[in-house]
């Protein structure tokens, strides 16, 4: 079992950024790839990027290339989304989520454990 906790979400103005953390607890964490998702009101969940269980691999969504940036620190057993340049868009409750295996995913039905989830909300 693993338990996932995020943290960082807030209230920004657009052109702002965050930087949202998900600490990890339970079973290794270096053994799981992991993820970032979102979901906005009335829309389904969708991957927002995703890292490998090493880190040597990242995955971004187009509509934040060169915007986020995901990173872990297997040590802290935390991984991280840092968001920059936000748009009111970006709207949304993020979750990150834990893969078993090495090699990340960007689908949704390939994640095994799901934190709560942490509200971002950005103003115009």
């Known amino acids: 079992q693993v338990q996932l906790v995020e943290s960082g979400g807030g209230l920004v103005q657009a052109g702002g950024s965050l930087r949202l953390s998900c600490a990890a607890s339970?079973?290794?964490?270096?053994?799981?790839?992991m993820g970032w998702f979102r979901q906005a009101p009335g829309k389904e969940r969708e991957v927002v990027a995703a890292i490998s269980w090493s880190g040597g691999n990242t995955y971004y969504t187009d509509f934040v290339k060169g915007r986020f940036t995901i990173s872990r620190d297997n040590a802290k057993n935390t991984v991280y989304l840092e968001m920059n340049m936000l748009k009111p868009e970006d709207t949304a409750v993020y979750y990150c989520a834990a893969k078993f295996g090495q090699t990340m995913s960007p689908l949704t039905t390939r994640y095994n454990y799901w934190g709560s989830g942490t509200q971002v909300t950005i103003s115009s």
């Open positions: 339970g079973r290794t964490f270096s053994s799981f790839a």
